[in-house]
């Protein structure tokens, strides 16, 4: 099989089927298709808004062919990610947030991935911070379980990925991947908040997760173009209840008593510079970028279902900064 049909398809502006979506997912990941072929699939599918039955066949194939893991505590279990590609030069605000939810007492099950199409993604500034990323599934799981948080590095959860990583680095924009990655968790999660690089993908990301059996999930977008919740204005919220019902609305973070700061507040750089905000933010430095991370965490607190709104939340995720939890949390990990 190859590719060609499909690139024919989508170059004449149709949507695959979900079927069809999934047998191209299967070709894209093998390993056997010519490299060429893959990036005018890529390049193609990147100039369209994927369909929703699309979203579903690929994120369906990610899932059947990643190695799963099954946590003790699977209810209230969670990540909190995003899509990336927002290009804002942010640190790496929902990597930190990770520990202060965890300490707060929500499971995280964090997955990421190295940079493609940032400065620093996540798993740069975990081993940054000393925590290792190449551990088994069996490891991880054993983190899940023994502290409450593991990283999840896609490339150990997701080796069919692998055949196509390199050629995503040489393209370097936004893929398919960028939108289905965070969908593809290893711990099958539940319960999510993520970001999204642009607001039109709140509605089909919600409906795809509606339809795959997600039970609470906030999808958020900044008026600033943040894939977080902002902290420099407002930020359009998706979110699907466990009862089903989806709900639009408008989040301003004054609403909870926070000052607004700049989009400089918020910057980071490297790595190795963000490390050293995270360590600051969870050993109790004041500021815009405390602020951000507690924000972005008292939303995954109320998701995870250990609050009862994300006001709840905030107080939660500032106890746990506050009382060392979240840095005792990234302790454990970095002592492994």
Known sequence: MTLKPFIRKILNKDN????????????????????????????????????????????????????????KISSHLIDNCG???????????????????????????????????????????????????????????????????????????????????????????RTLFNLIGPLCNPANVKRQVIGVFDKKWL??????????????IILMHGHDGLDELSLTGPTDILELF???DIKEYTFKPQSLGLDLCSMDDLKGADPQENALIAKKILSGEQGAQRDVVCLNAAAAIYVGGKASSIKEGLSLARASIDSGAALEKLQRLSSL
Do not use: C, W, Y
């Not at 191209?24 to 056997?32: D, E, F, R, V």
């Not at 509605?203 to 609470?216: A, D, R, W």
């Open 16 to 71: 695959l089927t979900q079927d069809e979506a999934k047998e191209a997912i299967s070709i894209l990941i093998s390993g056997k298709e010519n490299p060429l072929q893959i990036v005018a699939f890529l390049t193609s599918l990147s100039m369209k808004d994927l369909a929703e039955e699309e979203i579903v066949g690929f994120v369906q194939v990610m899932r059947s062919n990643m190695l799963s893991i099954q946590p």
């Open 83 to 173: 899509t990336g590609g927002d290009s804002s030069g942010t640190f790496n605000i929902s990597t930190v947030s990770s520990f202060v939810i965890a300490g707060a007492g929500v499971t995280v099950a964090k997955h990421g991935n190295k940079s493609i199409s940032s400065k620093s993604g996540s798993s740069d500034v975990i081993q940054k911070l000393g925590v290792p990323i190449n551990l088994s599934a069996e490891e991880s799981l054993q983190n899940l379980d023994t502290h409450g948080i593991a990283f999840l590095f896609a490339p150990t959860f997701h080796p069919a990925a692998k055949n196509i990583s390199h050629i995503r680095q040489e393209l370097n924009f």
């Open 203 to 216: 509605k089909p990301l919600g409906s795809v997760l509606k339809k795959l059996g997600s039970h609470h």
């Open 242 to 244: 466990p009862n089903g």
